[in-house]
């Protein structure tokens, strides 16, 4: 009976085999695609155009490429034209086409909208990492007000009270997400509270700088003095922005001996003390032996 059944196993076996290398030679299209907007920024409301370039990586015909799904926000009126109809693209081949759409409101408010999607072939896809793509709308023109409080914690997920001791003196320097240009600093007050006026809406990179003694907790983990915040409009004058700082050990700087004090003397190991106290008696008889000599000489004169 065991003979039986490893000889039906491996009857099994040789029948899936061929199958499954079959399957694996069997290869699927490989959809790149990239986008582009067709202006830098736009205003509320503006149509905006955005190009879309595919390419086929594979060696086989993708048949029936098609938008298969997405997310958008701040715009209305997404017309994606032949993503939705769909295209064939041959091997190695590259194709353009065109989506367009028209910035809103939300926009406006939080300083940009964005269109992210997926397409794919109706023959398959070898590779889901490239077959998706993006792109951010700027829609520069609203702003508005950030504050927040640095506070006392042990940890840099701790959360904040209204009994949180806060840490005064930090100053707080709003920049754009590269930090390249500055918008605004301020310092927080006796509650650790901070207020940054007029930021432009949109995202912007918040820097912290403590006094001594103390040691910013920011970013994902409380290992940096950094961390991004979105300025959205009409939001209102709520603190947003939480960072945690904790008491650090300050340490005394080294004494080193003055630049003006003149060089000094060498270390000898000899008693300095008896060389000083017999300096000092050798100048004292001097003196006197000339104040001596002196008197003497007056009375000779005499």
């Known amino acids: 009976m065991r003979a039986l059944a490893a000889a039906a196993f491996a009857g099994v076996v040789v029948a899936v085999l061929p199958a499954t290398a079959a399957l694996a030679a069997d290869p699927k299209p490989d959809i790149v695609v990239t986008s582009a907007t067709d202006k830098a920024s736009y205003a509320e409301g503006e149509t905006f155009t955005i190009t879309v370039t595919v390419k086929n990586k594979s060696s086989v015909d993708a048949k029936h490429v098609h938008y298969t799904g997405g997310d958008s926000e701040g715009v209305d009126g997404i017309v994606y034209g032949e993503l939705s109809t769909g295209f064939d693209l041959a091997a190695g081949a590259t194709k353009t086409v065109q989506l367009t759409g028209k910035t809103n409101h939300q926009a406006w408010r939080y300083g940009r909208g964005y269109v992210a999607f997926e397409l794919t072939a109706e023959n398959g896809e070898a590779n889901d990492a490239d077959n998706t793509t993006g792109v951010a709308l700027l829609v520069p023109g609203a702003f508005d007000d950030l504050s927040g409080y640095v506070f006392q914690a042990e940890s840099h997920d701790a959360t904040w009270t209204p009994q949180t001791p806060g840490v005064p003196g930090v100053k707080v320097v709003a920049t754009t997400a590269d930090g390249k240009t500055k918008y605004a600093e301020a310092v927080t007050d006796a509650k650790g509270l901070f207020r940054l006026a007029h930021l432009p809406a949109g995202d912007v990179l918040l820097t912290f700088t403590a006094p001594a003694g103390w040691k910013i907790m920011a970013g994902e983990n409380g290992e940096h003095d950094q961390t991004p915040a979105q300025i959205s409009a009409n939001e ?47 100048i004292a008889l001097g003196v006197a032996l000339v104040l001596v000599a002196r008197r003497r000489r007056v009375h000779l004169q005499a």
Not at 250 to 270: F, H, I, N, Q
């Open 236 to 282: 209102g004058d709520e603190p947003s922005i939480f960072v945690t700082a904790k008491k650090v050990a300050v340490s005394s700087p080294s004494v080193s001996p003055s630049a003006s004090a003149g060089p000094s003397l060498p270390v000898t190991g000899d008693n300095t003390t008896l060389i000083v106290g017999a300096g000092a008696v050798a």
